[in-house]
T-cell receptor
């Protein structure tokens, strides 16, 4: 049971480049989300999904796109990278959309640097 | 909107001493509160949660948290700190207005000194 798997672990981009951060979970979780972690700011929610085919914006969605074509996968796309997107990105999932009791399961993160 | 605050960026405690990591919350309605821990180069790991019921919640690795409604606090505690407890700790609150997203505090770095 791998849990939540994120790839790549590290990435360096030049300003203006695009890329996709991959996230996959093997726990059949309905809910998935993307956070970014910046020093002194904690974790901020970028986008989330409550099931296949359903996505919505979080606190800081600008510059990012997501899709959820399957239950397992929830990729995060950077359309045109900017230095302000230098951060550590975490994908997380939980069991069901309507439960307040389900804890989040996190991947190990992707460290992105934009030069 | 729901939010949490962690007033201390850094907490230092000697090994064997009790530790407290502070968290206060602001919610409309009943709070659903969580503590997570992050070790270096890893994702966050769930420690414990308060949904309803007893004000003292027990969690993983000997941690517990005390919910105090009058002070709107949810402090994380442990009776005897270990060096291996050194990590980054996050308090979080569930957003009940939408998809039950979690909103996190800014984190507190705990250092246990041998």
């Amino acid at each position: 049971n791998a849990g939540v798997t994120q790839t790549p672990k590290f990435q360096v981009l030049k300003t203006g480049q695009s890329m996709t951060l991959q996230c996959a979970q093997d726990m059949n979780h309905e809910y998935m989300s993307w956070y970014r972690q910046d020093p002194g700011m904690g974790l901020r929610l970028i986008h989330y999904s409550v099931g296949a085919g359903i996505t919505d914006q979080g606190e800081v969605p600008n510059g990012y796109n997501v899709s959820r074509s399957t239950t397992e996968d929830f990729p995060l796309r950077l359309l045109s990278a900017a230095p302000s997107q230098t951060s550590v990105y975490f994908c997380a999932s939980s069991r069901d959309r309507g439960s307040s009791n389900s804890p989040l399961h996190f991947g190990n993160g992707t460290r992105l640097t934009v030069t | 909107a729901q939010s949490v605050a962690q007033p201390e960026d850094q907490v230092n405690v000697a090994e064997g001493n009790p530790l407290t990591v502070k968290c206060t919350y602001s919610v409309s309605g009943n709070p659903y509160l969580f503590w997570y821990v992050q070790y270096p180069n890893r994702g966050l790991q769930f420690l414990l949660k308060y949904i309803t019921g007893d004000n003292l919640v027990k969690g993983s690795y000997g941690f517990e948290a005390e919910f105090n409604k009058s002070q709107t606090s949810f402090h994380l505690k442990k009776p005897s700190a270990l060096v291996s407890d050194s990590a980054l700790y996050f308090c979080a609150v569930r957003d009940l207005t939408g998809a039950n997203n979690l909103f996190f505090g800014t984190g507190t770095r705990l250092t246990v000194i041998p």
